[in-house]
């Protein structure tokens, strides 16, 4: 399983005090973090940074890249700032992710940008109206994305499907929707199509105290379906523990009494 | 179109490990690809095979192999030089038998030594194995390692039972250590992760997964060789990238078929002939699963053996 770790995010106060100040410890720090704690990405959420994106994101790219020696994943939907972020990008650890591109016209920049850096690209299955029903119809956007891709020379096995979570407290019948999308991704291609989510999702507007159960749990489905990739908290460790512990039983992990601590 | 041959690529790498010192010293692992598919990675290392011979005369061993060597083996300096100079040993290894409770059980000063007096005669790297006595091994092994400082040796066997104090010693006298578990993948795992949490290094650690005979076991062994290099070279599993040592000669030498004589089974042919056979076709089977290194016993089985490496490389 890829783990892209979720926490450097401008929704968090703290990240957004030290982008604003400017001030890199704190990113770093928490970028650090997450490094040593398994994350193969580290997710770089600037929001739509409409003022100063492009510096923002320069800034940010540089600052954790000078202390974490992995790749970014760069969230945001300002395309210049996000070209500035591919740009400074240290692809000596690894291609950079893209975060995201779907099936709206005004996310079609994301997949030229793309094929011009060479990055990695995290598809939305959603489009301009509404969300998506179901599986089928998760597919048939995906279908519709994976075609302009190629347009755009974008390789398919560069593409991550991600197909919405929906919080399970208000749309409950999308949960199993979603994990049904991520086994049928998988037939859109051979070799099969990578899949991604962002986890928490599921859990958002639940009880706090019930958010990390429902995390858990969502997880492991979604890895028994094939799951490639989870932009999820690697600092939770009983969702490490989880993950860990689900690659045993899928035969991904060797088992010995100490797994839980590699 | 022409016809492409299909690679499958790891992402893991098994560990260089380097023993010895000068120049002759030796490097085994290093290969990121399946035994010998040099086509589908790189393979800077070929499999290395060490003469064993023992601290008191090999009086345990069948007639064919205690012939080898009868008139060297009287003294473990005598035979340990008559490997290097004569037979063009690359590595010896030095089994501690006479410390076994149960045979001579000659202390651990003894067995310094011994090692000390090996060393002064040889310039090819050492192996240093204990009895194979858990209690006594902790007390044998740390003694050889300290009598063996410098020379970068391998010692062994650390094991569920005794590692601490071995793994204490050959940290202390910078040895390469071989951790060895009994044909369980899961246990040889563990074994290699509690080692590294003591602070040893994973680049110093050989991974005895237990050999076994032909016909006694050896797919057993074979299965457990591969799984292990599957895991560390497909599922890039860091704690399964050691190297993998095959201890051939002990387990093959006293199983009935390199034993039994002409006159018992004629249909099985000469004695000679099947007990090197034995070994010779025993260590080949390792090598196909994966062992960078042997130890053996019979000159013929070895010359063999780096016969049928020269040819697979």
């Known amino acids: ?262 | 179109m022409a016809y492409v041959v299909p690679k499958e690529s790891c992402s893991g790498k098994v560990l260089n490990v380097d023993f010895g010192k000068g120049n002759k010293a030796l490097n085994i692992g290093g290969e990121n690809c399946l035994p010998f598919l040099s086509f589908e990675g790189e393979l800077p290392n070929r499999p290395v095979i060490a003469y064993e011979i023992q601290d008191i005369p090999p009086v345990d061993w069948p007639d064919t192999v205690q012939n080898a060597y009868k008139d060297v083996s009287g003294d473990p300096v005598t035979w340990a030089k008559y490997c290097q100079n004569e037979l063009k040993a690359k590595a010896i290894a030095l089994r501690l038998v006479s410390t076994h409770p149960d045979r001579d059980n000659h202390s651990a000063e003894d067995a310094a030594i011994t090692i000390k007096d090996v060393l002064s005669a040889i310039e090819v790297p050492l192996i240093i194995l204990g009895s194979n006595h858990i209690e006594k091994d902790a007390t044998v092994l740390v003694a050889a390692a300290e009598a063996a400082s410098g020379y970068n040796c391998i010692i062994g066997k650390a094991q569920e039972g005794n590692y601490k104090t071995i793994v204490a010693a050959a940290l202390a006298h910078n040895h390469k250590l071989i951790a060895m578990s009994e044909l369980d993948i899961n246990l040889a795992k563990q074994l290699n992760i509690l080692i590294t949490q003591m602070g040893f290094d994973k680049e110093k650690l050989i991974t005895d997964p237990m050999c076994s005979a032909l016909g006694y076991g050896l797919e057993y062994t074979y299965s457990v060789m591969e799984r292990i290099r599957l895991a560390g070279l497909m599922q890039n599993d860091a704690t399964m990238q050691p190297p993998i040592l095959g201890d051939v000669g002990m387990y093959v030498w006293k199983v009935k078929e390199t034993v039994a004589s002409e006159s018992d089974v004629p249909e099985w042919g000469t004695l000679a002939e099947r007990g090197v056979a034995w070994e010779a076709m025993t260590a080949t089977g390792m090598i196909i699963a994966g062992t960078n290194l042997l130890i053996m016993r019979h000159p013929k089985a070895i010359e063999t053996v780096e016969k049928t490496i020269a040819e697979l490389i």
């Not at chain 1, 591919?86 to 005004?106: C, F, M, V, Y």
């Not at chain 1, 690697?234 to 969702?239: I, S, V």
């Open chain 1, 1 to 262: 399983m890829i783990i892209i770790g979720e926490k450097i995010s401008v929704i968090a106060k703290k990240v957004r005090e030290a982008m604003n100040a400017r001030d890199p410890k704190p990113i770093q720090e928490l970028a650090n973090a997450q490094w040593k704690a398994g994350a193969h990405f580290i997710d770089v959420n600037t929001g739509p940074a409409e003022e100063k994106g492009e510096e923002l994101m320069t800034w940010m790219v540089q600052s954790i890249q000078a202390e974490v020696h992995a790749p970014l994943c760069l969230d945001t939907t300002n395309a210049s700032a996000l070209e500035a972020g591919l740009k400074a990008h240290n692809n000596q650890w690894g291609r950079p992710l893209i975060n995201s591109t779907s099936n709206d016209p005004e996310r079609f920049g994301m997949l030229e940008l793309a094929a011009k850096y060479n990055a990695q690209i995290v598809a939305l299955t959603v489009g301009k109206g509404g969300l998506p029903a179901d599986a089928e119809e998760r597919c048939g956007i995906a279908a519709e994305i994976m075609a302009r891709a190629a347009e755009f020379g974008v390789p398919l096995e560069d593409i991550f499907l991600d197909p919405l979570i929906l919080q399970v407290c208000t749309t409950q019948d999308q949960a199993m929707h979603s994990i049904k999308a991520i086994k049928m991704f998988q037939e859109l291609n051979d070799p099969p199509m990578k899949t991604v989510v962002g986890l928490s999702n599921i859990s958002n507007g639940v009880p706090k105290n019930m958010r990390g159960l429902i995390d858990r749990v969502y997880l492991t489905l979604l890895m028994y379906e094939g799951l490639t990739a989870a932009i999820m908290n690697p600092l939770d460790k009983e969702l490490m523990d989880t993950l860990k512990t689900t690659d045993v039983f899928l035969g991904k992990t060797l088992y010995a009494h100490s797994y839980l601590e590699m």
